[in-house]
């Protein structure tokens, strides 16, 4: 039988409830390879696409009701004066769990003209609105948990924004100080921005599987993209960085974002790519 739980604020021991019994609240998702995306923070889904995490339920963030064995037999019902402290909304439909964050803005309540014999003013009760689509879903047949955002879904999941990671300011540093890079007109760690940020901890990755052939072949194939809006020193292999939309153009770079199209030669930036 399915299950609407709701999850209330301020609550350490047992802070989930049933909510509502024998309804399914969400559409099922139907899990299909084809618009799962492994996270990448970097990478922009596509409108009927979802991130997915394997292994979920071995991950620190992974939460005790998708953990454990789930028997409504556990968990009491809400009481009416706390559904206005709802953080969650779990809804167990089969074995499968669909989550949506629930926000002061989902709670409504509003006048309405009512129309019968005469017209009158009708106020109705407070309402929660649910979400067509969930913010995640955890599959429990295949222990994934697919998702859209995941800044929606990190009060959810406490912990999971790990997986958002920006470099350290040592590893900006670090960063800025490879060889191929020279830093001008004032441009410096302190300037460099929280995208960009987050740019260099994947550039660093991929930095660090290339071979020193690949490295001065990547600085080419920056250069034959970017002459126009980055300076190159070809001398001395370095890019000069003044600002930090010239920093994205070099971190894009590194993760070969350019390309040229094989039908007209038209050179391009991809905003997301994905391995296929």
Not at 17 to 33: C, G, N, P, Q
Request: proline content about 3%.
């Amino acid at each position: 039988m399915d299950q609407v739980l709701a999850k209330v604020k301020g609550l350490r021991k047992k802070p989930i409830f049933k909510l509502i019994s024998d309804h399914t609240l969400f559409e099922t998702i139907i899990v299909d390879a084809g618009i799962c995306v492994p996270y990448n923070p970097d990478h922009n889904l596509d409108e009927d696409s979802w991130f997915m995490l394997g292994d979920f339920s071995n991950q620190p963030y992974c939460i005790d009701l998708v953990k454990n064995d789930f028997d409504s037999k556990d968990y009491d019902d809400l009481s009416k004066d706390r559904f206005s402290k709802i953080s969650f909304l779990c809804a167990v439909q089969g074995d499968d769990f669909y989550f949506q964050k629930i926000t002061p803005s989902l709670f409504v309540s509003k006048k309405m003209v009512a129309f019968g014999e005469v017209a009158e003013i009708e106020k109705s009760e407070k309402r929660l609105v649910v979400n067509t689509i969930p913010d995640a879903v955890y599959i429990k047949d295949t222990d994934t948990l697919m998702f859209r955002n995941l800044a929606t879904i990190s009060s959810i999941f406490k912990g999971i924004d790990v997986l958002y990671k920006e470099a350290t300011n040592e590893e900006v540093s670090d960063f800025l100080d490879e060889s191929f890079i020279e830093l001008a007109n004032g441009y410096d760690m302190d300037k460099v921005s929280k995208p960009n940020r987050k740019r260099i901890a994947l550039a660093m990755a991929t930095l660090k599987d290339m071979s020193e052939e690949d490295r001065e072949d990547m600085l080419s194939y920056i250069d034959s993209y970017c002459e126009q809006k980055l300076k190159f020193d070809k001398d001395n292999s370095k890019f000069e960085i003044t600002a930090d939309d010239e920093l994205k153009l070099l971190l894009y770079g590194i993760e070969q974002r350019f390309y040229t199209t094989p039908f007209g030669q038209e050179k391009r930036l991809a905003n997301s790519v994905q391995p296929i």
